[in-house]
C-alpha cells in the first residue's frame, strides 16, 4: 500500500479566557428554556498552538433557583469571523448536569484538539448549554439568578497567525490503513485502519505526547474491542473503546528511539467487513476509525507526564470532574 503523506505544521492561536455574563450577548437568538447557570472556561494560556492539543478546565455555578435539565450538553465552539466553527468540544459534563446542585461549584478538565489551519482570521470562543433533542435549541444562560438571559458567552476576540507547512513534522500512514475520506456536510475527516496498521511520526526532541480521536464499531464487533498502541516495537498502551474515544499519554524519549522518525503500530483484536453484513459492497477489513493521530513535541500546559491517559471521553484522569 502507498504512503500518504499529510504535512503538518504550527501555527499558533491567541485566546482569552471565556466567561458566561449577563452583560455579554451572543451572535445567536436564544431558542431554549432558560437556565440559572454562570460557566466558564480557562485556558492554559494566551497562546495555542495547531496542529496541537491543550487542557482546558470548565467551571460552572449553578445560581440558588438552577433546575437541573435532565440531558443538557456543554459546547465551546471556537468560530471565525463569518461566524464559521474552526473546531469545537461538544461533551456531556462529568458529573451530569442533572446531578449539579444549586449554589454549588462544578470543575474538570478536559482535552482540546484544534486541527491545523490556513487561514489569516480573528477567533472567537463561544461556550453554551444546548438540549441535543429533540432539535439542539440553546439554553438561555442567566448568569446564576440574573433575570437578564444570553444564550452563551463570548470571549475577546484575537488573531490566528497563518498555517505554514513544515516539512518533516508530518505522519506517514504506511500499511494498514485505508485512503483517508472526508464528508463536506460536517467538514469531518477520517481513516479508516485494518487490524494492524503502521504509521510513521516524528521523533520530537524534548519530551512529547501521543494523541489520538477516533471510534471503533462496537457494535459490529463480536467481543469489546482491544486497541494497542506501540512505538518501535514496544507497547505504550492498551485501551478497550466502547465507541467514540480520545485519549492522550506521555511518551518516554527513550521509547522513541535514535533515528529522526519513530513506528506507531496500531493493533486491534477485533474487525469487521461491512459486506459480509448485507447492504454493503465494502469488503475492506474494518478496525478503528481514526479521526486524529498526533503526537506533539512539548507536555501541553494542565496535563502532567505522571498523568498516565485521559479518560477515554476525554476528561483528563478519567476521574471526570469534582462537585463542591
Request: include cysteine.
Amino acid at each position: 500500500m502507498r504512503s500518504q503523506r499529510h504535512v503538518y505544521g504550527p501555527i499558533v492561536l491567541l485566546l482569552a479566557t471565556v466567561t458566561v455574563s449577563a452583560c455579554q450577548r451572543s451572535r445567536e437568538t436564544p431558542s431554549g428554556p432558560r437556565l440559572a447557570l454562570s460557566s466558564k472556561v480557562e485556558l492554559p494560556s494566551d497562546q495555542i498552538q495547531t496542529p496541537g492539543v491543550f487542557v482546558a478546565e470548565y467551571i460552572h455555578h449553578p445560581g440558588t433557583d438552577f433546575a437541573p435539565p435532565p440531558k443538557a450538553m456543554v459546547y465551546a465552539h471556537f468560530v471565525d469571523e463569518r461566524g464559521r466553527i474552526l473546531f469545537q468540544d461538544d461533551h456531556a459534563p462529568l458529573p451530569p448536569m442533572s446531578e449539579w446542585k444549586p449554589g454549588s461549584t462544578i470543575s474538570y478538565r478536559r482535552l482540546i484538539y484544534a486541527p491545523p489551519l490556513e487561514l489569516d482570521s480573528r477567533l472567537t470562543v463561544v461556550v453554551g448549554v444546548y438540549d441535543p433533542v429533540p432539535d439542539g435549541a440553546r439554553y438561555q444562560l442567566a448568569g446564576g439568578d440574573s433575570r437578564d438571559a444570553v444564550p452563551a458567552s463570548l470571549a475577546a476576540t484575537r488573531s490566528i497567525i497563518p498555517f505554514t507547512p513544515i516539512e518533516g513534522l508530518d505522519t506517514i500512514f504506511l500499511e494498514g490503513w485505508y485512503a483517508p475520506e472526508f464528508d463536506p456536510v460536517s467538514d469531518n475527516h477520517w481513516r479508516w485502519s485494518g487490524p494492524k496498521s503502521v504509521a510513521s511520526v516524528p521523533r520530537p526532541k524534548r519530551d512529547s505526547v501521543l494523541f489520538l480521536s477516533g471510534s471503533v464499531p462496537a457494535t459490529e464487533f463480536a467481543a469489546p474491542a482491544n486497541v494497542k498502541l506501540l512505538i518501535n516495537g514496544q507497547e505504550l498502551a492498551s485501551i478497550t473503546p466502547d465507541g467514540t474515544f480520545v485519549f492522550m499519554k506521555a511518551v518516554p524519549p527513550a521509547l522513541l528511539g535514535e533515528q529522526p522518525r519513530a513506528d506507531l503500530t496500531v493493533t486491534c483484536d477485533q474487525s469487521f467487513v461491512p459486506a459480509a453484513k448485507g447492504g454493503s459492497s465494502d469488503t475492506r477489513q474494518l478496525s478503528v476509525l481514526m479521526r486524529v493521530l498526533h503526537v506533539q513535541e512539548g507536555i501541553p500546559a494542565g496535563f502532567s507526564p505522571t498523568d498516565d491517559t485521559v479518560s477515554l471521553a476525554g476528561f483528563v484522569q478519567g476521574t471526570g470532574g469534582s462537585q463542591r
